[in-house]
């Protein structure tokens, strides 16, 4: 069965730094286009970050874009989201995703969504989030 499990999570002063990590099983590593998401109570959960794990083509949110980095270890199936420079606003828990797109889907359409952070619905894989607060 296809899972996400993301680790990392905890308690930071502002402008500290905390690197999330979230492994893959299955194959939905080759789902090829990867993003964190962020969720506060009350609100809808809202993607930071994505990355192409075929050519590592990254996109970010204007509200983490020069703080956070989103990256990926083919060998271990892994992707990490880097926090730095982190905020109280940035208190949230972390949610990883894979974009799962039909398998007759061009790798070009699959590609432009993802650079333009993905196109998330249901149909994808969540993972249950690892809780991020940053203190004053």
């Known amino acids: 069965q296809e899972k996400l499990e993301e680790s990392g999570g905890g308690s930071v002063t502002t402008g500290g730094s905390r690197r999330l990590s979230c492994t893959t099983s299955?194959?939905?590593?080759?789902?090829?286009?990867m993003g964190w998401f962020r969720q506060v109570p009350g609100k809808e959960r809202e993607v930071v970050a994505t990355i192409y794990t075929v050519d590592d083509t990254q996109w970010y949110d204007d509200s983490v874009k020069g703080r956070f980095i989103i990256s990926r270890d083919s060998a271990k199936h892994t992707v990490y989201l880097s926090m730095n420079d982190l905020k109280p606003e940035d208190s949230a828990m972390y949610i990883c995703a894979a974009d799962v797109h039909p398998t007759t889907t061009p790798s070009s359409v699959v590609r432009t969504s993802c650079v333009f952070g993905g196109s998330w619905n249901s149909e994808d894989v969540y993972g249950r989030g690892t809780q991020i607060s940053v203190s004053s």
């Open positions: 299955g194959d939905i590593y080759d789902k090829n286009c």
